[in-house]
């Protein structure tokens, strides 16, 4: 996975973003998110080695854009995928929804071997910025950035995996009782709102370290088993309570806030640009003999989406289900 400063704002200039409705806001996601999209899928595939040809299934996530005919067709034609490819949509699920993504591909792999299950996580979130009262507004607008990444997932058996690939060993999902007013995503006059309640952080704090044990413990993994941290970086205050929450060291959070301070909180795609990091990270290793050319044994990611809901991943490095992304903002 790549990533690359580009698309910063969708609509032309701030002030036409002030200045238009929900329609119009909708219309420009469908005319900026279709290429921006289409580009990055076939630059992941190239650097895989792969062709559309090889792909089954086509997951597309997005919270900042509806549009019909839906980007999943489009893009089916767009990047020259088979008419039969199964398509998938995860909508409205905010930052979580790229784990939940990741599921869904993954899934699929299991299920076909040697076939690809494609992620595209397009978002546009510069599209609904306006002139907001509140200081929720203004810390929304600061925080959120424009990005897209794509992750080409495939199941491979201990034989035919790919050397350097790190394997989904577990993907799921928590509902946190009582959380409802942590992340609240609704429709208006400017498009989509999303409201982050002051407790967030501290639902964040008190909830992920179980969550992240027992998905550790169901492995026979400890804590200090994982070589990388993939936190969502939600902004400087989810960041933080997750580390002190798991007892991490800045260090160890270093791939979280290099995302965050260069592409800003791009929603469902952070994470996967944070992941991309630890992709990178594990190939040097295993290029320059570092962990005894092994690389990276274990990487857990994490984000939040609505409800409040964590979603967490755990890969490893053995052959399983293979998640090779690639990202652009």
């Not at 050319?293 to 990487?299: A, E, K």
Request: with cysteine; hydrophobic share 40%; glycine share 12%.
């Amino acid at each position: 996975m790549q990533g690359s400063k580009g698309l910063d704002y969708a609509l032309e200039t701030a002030v036409a973003v002030l200045r238009v409705n929900t329609d119009r806001r909708f219309q420009r996601f469908a005319e900026c998110a279709l290429p921006l999209a289409t580009g990055v899928a076939k630059r992941a595939l190239r650097e895989v080695g792969v062709g559309p040809a090889d792909v089954g299934r086509i997951v597309v996530v997005t919270s900042t854009g509806v549009c019909g005919p839906g980007l999943d067709g489009e893009l089916v034609k767009s990047i020259g995928l088979n008419h039969s490819v199964e398509r998938e949509v995860v909508s409205f699920q905010g930052c979580g929804a790229g784990i939940n993504g990741l599921r869904l591909a993954s899934q699929y792999a299991v299920t076909h071997p040697g076939r690809l299950a494609l992620l595209v996580s397009v978002e546009l979130p510069s599209l609904h910025m306006h002139k907001g009262d509140t200081v929720n507004d203004a810390i929304l607008h600061a925080i959120f950035g424009d990005g897209c990444a794509v992750a080409v997932v495939a199941g491979r058996t201990a034989r035919n995996a790919e050397p350097g690939s790190l394997a989904v060993l577990d993907n799921r999902s928590w509902l946190v009782d009582g959380t409802e007013d942590g992340i609240k995503m609704t429709f208006g006059d400017n498009g989509v709102s999303c409201t982050l309640s002051k407790r967030l952080p501290d639902y964040v704090k008190t909830n992920v370290a179980d969550f992240v044990e027992e998905m550790l413990g169901a492995h026979g993994v400890d804590k200090g088993d994982v070589d990388f941290w993939a936190l969502h970086p939600g902004g400087h205050r989810i960041v933080e309570e997750t580390r002190k929450s798991l007892n991490l060291s800045l260090e160890e959070t270093e791939g979280c806030w290099e995302v965050l301070r260069d592409y800003g909180n791009m929603v469902s795609a952070t994470v996967l640009f944070v992941l991309e990091r630890a992709l990178g990270q594990h190939k040097r290793l295993r290029e320059n003999g570092g962990g005894d050319g092994r690389g990276l044994q274990h990487v857990v990611a994490l984000s939040f989406s609505p409800g409040v809901t964590v979603e967490g991943l755990l890969l490893k490095a053995m052959p399983s289900v293979v998640a090779q992304p690639n990202g652009q903002r």
